[in-house]
C-alpha cells in the first residue's frame, strides 16, 4: 500500500511540470509607423510621423487549451500602442484592443469581453468586406470615412455559429458602450447580426447593426451593411453599400443641439480593386456617401474620397505600403475637418 502511494505521489510530481510544458501561450504583435503630408483645408500643411497605418501596432498574448471533444477554451488580451512615443493608445484600459475569453464547441463559439463590433475591421469577430483598404489607413479615402462603423466595446457577448459549407452566423451583444457600467438598463446598449460566406476566392458578409444612443437621448440608429470581394487572378474586386436611420455619428461634428433626436439618415457606396503588380499589390478605393440630417437647418450633405496604395511584402513579416488619399464633404459637412483633406503617406509594418 504505501508503495502504491508513494509511486501514484511520483507521478502527480512529474505530470505537473508536463502540463506546464503543453502550454502554448502566444506573444504576437504589429510594430507600423509611417511618414506623412498631409492637409485640412484652409489650414497649414503638416509633416510628421504617424502611427499604424496599415495596421496598428500592437502586442498581444493568447492561449487556446483543447478540452478534447471539439471543446477548447482560450483568451486573447491585446493592447495598442504609438510607434514612435511607445505610449499606449488608451491610457484608460491595460487592454484596450480586445480582452475575450472564449468557448468553442461543436456548435459553435462564445466569446465574453471587449471586442470590435461586426463592422468595425478590429477584433477577432469583425466580418466587414467591401474594401480594399484596411480602416486603419486614413479616413480621406478608407470606407470608414464614408460608412458608419461599429468600434469596440465593453461587456460584449458573441455567438458565432460553425461553419456551413463556408456561411456562418454572428450574434452580438454589448450593455456597456457607456453611461453607468453597473445599470445594464440605463447604459447605451449595441446589438449586431451578421451573415458571412467565404469559400474559394469568395468573400461575402451582410450586416445589421443597432444603437440604442441612450446617453444621447437620440432614437436608435439601425445600420445595414453588405459588401463582398472576389479574387479573379488577375485582380481583386470590392464592393460595399450601407444604408444608416438616425445615425447618430455627425453629433460628434455638426452641430450637436440642432440635430435633434432624429439623427441622420445616409447612404453609402464603395468600390475598389487591388491588382498584383510588381511583387506587391496596387490598390484604388472610391467612396460616396449622401445623406440627410433631421432637423437641422443645412440637412442634406455629401461626402465623397478616393485613395490609392501599394503594399510590397520585404519578407514574410515585414511589408513596405504607400499611401495617397483625398476627400471632400459637402453642404452640412462643408466644414468638418475628417471630411476635408489629403494624405500622402510611406511606411513599413513589421508583425512578430
Given at each position: 500500500?504505501?508503495?502504491?502511494l508513494?509511486?501514484?505521489?511520483?507521478?502527480?510530481?512529474?505530470?505537473?511540470?508536463?502540463?506546464?510544458?503543453?502550454?502554448?501561450?502566444?506573444?504576437?504583435?504589429?510594430?507600423?509607423?509611417?511618414?506623412?503630408?498631409s492637409?485640412v483645408r484652409?489650414?497649414?500643411?503638416?509633416?510628421?510621423?504617424?502611427?499604424g497605418?496599415?495596421?496598428?501596432?500592437?502586442?498581444?498574448?493568447?492561449?487556446?487549451?483543447?478540452?478534447?471533444?471539439?471543446?477548447?477554451?482560450?483568451?486573447?488580451?491585446?493592447?495598442?500602442f504609438?510607434?514612435?512615443?511607445?505610449?499606449?493608445?488608451?491610457?484608460?484600459?491595460?487592454?484596450?484592443?480586445?480582452?475575450?475569453?472564449?468557448?468553442?464547441?461543436p456548435?459553435?463559439?462564445?466569446?465574453?469581453?471587449?471586442?470590435?463590433?461586426?463592422?468595425?475591421?478590429?477584433?477577432?469577430?469583425t466580418?466587414?468586406?467591401?474594401?480594399?483598404?484596411?480602416?486603419?489607413?486614413?479616413?480621406?479615402?478608407?470606407i470608414?470615412?464614408?460608412?458608419?462603423?461599429?468600434?469596440?466595446?465593453?461587456?460584449?457577448?458573441?455567438y458565432?455559429?460553425?461553419?456551413?459549407?463556408?456561411?456562418?452566423?454572428?450574434?452580438?451583444y454589448?450593455?456597456?458602450?457607456?453611461?453607468?457600467?453597473?445599470?445594464?438598463?440605463?447604459?447605451?446598449?449595441?446589438?449586431?447580426?451578421g451573415?458571412?460566406?467565404?469559400?474559394?476566392?469568395?468573400?461575402?458578409?451582410?450586416?445589421?447593426?443597432?444603437?440604442?444612443?441612450k446617453?444621447?437621448?437620440?432614437?436608435?440608429?439601425?445600420v445595414?451593411?453588405?459588401?463582398?470581394?472576389?479574387?479573379?487572378?488577375?485582380?481583386?474586386?470590392?464592393?460595399?453599400?450601407?444604408?444608416?436611420?438616425?445615425?447618430?455619428r455627425?453629433?460628434?461634428?455638426?452641430r450637436?443641439?440642432s440635430m435633434?433626436?432624429?439623427?441622420?439618415?445616409?447612404?453609402?457606396?464603395?468600390a475598389s480593386?487591388?491588382?498584383?503588380?510588381?511583387?506587391?499589390?496596387?490598390?484604388?478605393?472610391?467612396n460616396?456617401?449622401?445623406?440627410?440630417?433631421?432637423?437641422?437647418?443645412?440637412?442634406?450633405?455629401?461626402?465623397?474620397?478616393?485613395?490609392?496604395?501599394?503594399?510590397?511584402?520585404?519578407s514574410?513579416?515585414?511589408?513596405?505600403?504607400?499611401?495617397a488619399?483625398?476627400?471632400?464633404?459637402?453642404?452640412?459637412?462643408?466644414?468638418?475637418?475628417?471630411?476635408?483633406?489629403?494624405?500622402?503617406?510611406?511606411?513599413?509594418?513589421?508583425?512578430?
Amino acid at each position: 500500500m504505501k508503495k502504491s502511494l508513494i509511486m501514484s505521489a511520483l507521478l502527480c510530481a512529474f505530470s505537473v511540470p508536463a502540463a506546464y510544458a503543453q502550454s502554448n501561450v502566444t506573444l504576437y504583435g504589429v510594430i507600423d509607423g509611417a511618414i506623412a503630408v498631409s492637409k485640412v483645408r484652409g489650414g497649414d500643411t503638416r509633416i510628421g510621423f504617424d502611427n499604424g497605418i496599415w495596421a496598428g501596432s500592437r502586442f498581444g498574448i493568447r492561449e487556446t487549451e483543447d478540452l478534447g471533444s471539439g471543446y477548447s477554451i482560450g483568451f486573447i488580451l491585446e493592447q495598442g500602442f504609438k510607434t514612435f512615443s511607445g505610449e499606449a493608445m488608451n491610457l484608460s484600459k491595460a487592454f484596450a484592443r480586445q480582452s475575450t475569453l472564449s468557448i468553442t464547441a461543436p456548435f459553435g463559439e462564445a466569446a465574453f469581453g471587449r471586442t470590435g463590433g461586426l463592422s468595425s475591421d478590429c477584433g477577432t469577430y469583425t466580418i466587414l468586406h467591401g474594401s480594399s483598404l484596411w480602416t486603419s489607413y486614413y479616413n480621406n479615402g478608407n470606407i470608414y470615412g464614408t460608412f458608419i462603423l461599429s468600434d469596440r466595446y465593453d461587456n460584449m457577448a458573441v455567438y458565432k455559429t460553425p461553419s456551413f459549407n463556408g456561411s456562418t452566423v454572428t450574434l452580438m451583444y454589448s450593455n456597456g458602450i457607456g453611461g453607468d457600467s453597473e445599470k445594464w438598463f440605463r447604459n447605451d446598449h449595441y446589438y449586431g447580426v451578421g451573415y458571412e460566406y467565404a469559400a474559394g476566392k469568395a468573400l461575402f458578409s451582410a450586416i445589421w447593426e443597432m444603437y440604442d444612443n441612450k446617453t444621447l437621448g437620440y432614437k436608435a440608429s439601425n445600420v445595414f451593411t453588405v459588401g463582398g470581394s472576389y479574387d479573379f487572378g488577375w485582380a481583386t474586386l470590392y464592393g460595399a453599400y450601407q444604408y444608416a436611420n438616425h445615425s447618430s455619428r455627425l453629433s460628434d461634428y455638426v452641430r450637436p443641439d440642432s440635430m435633434g433626436k432624429d439623427g441622420a439618415n445616409q447612404h453609402g457606396f464603395s468600390a475598389s480593386i487591388g491588382i498584383p503588380a510588381a511583387g506587391g499589390t496596387a490598390k484604388l478605393q472610391g467612396n460616396y456617401g449622401i445623406g440627410k440630417i433631421k432637423g437641422a437647418e443645412d440637412d442634406d450633405y455629401r461626402l465623397w474620397s478616393v485613395a490609392t496604395a501599394y503594399e510590397y511584402p520585404i519578407s514574410k513579416r515585414t511589408l513596405f505600403y504607400t499611401y495617397a488619399g483625398y476627400g471632400r464633404g459637402k453642404k452640412a459637412v462643408s466644414s468638418v475637418d475628417n471630411y476635408n483633406s489629403w494624405t500622402i503617406s510611406s511606411g513599413l509594418s513589421h508583425n512578430f
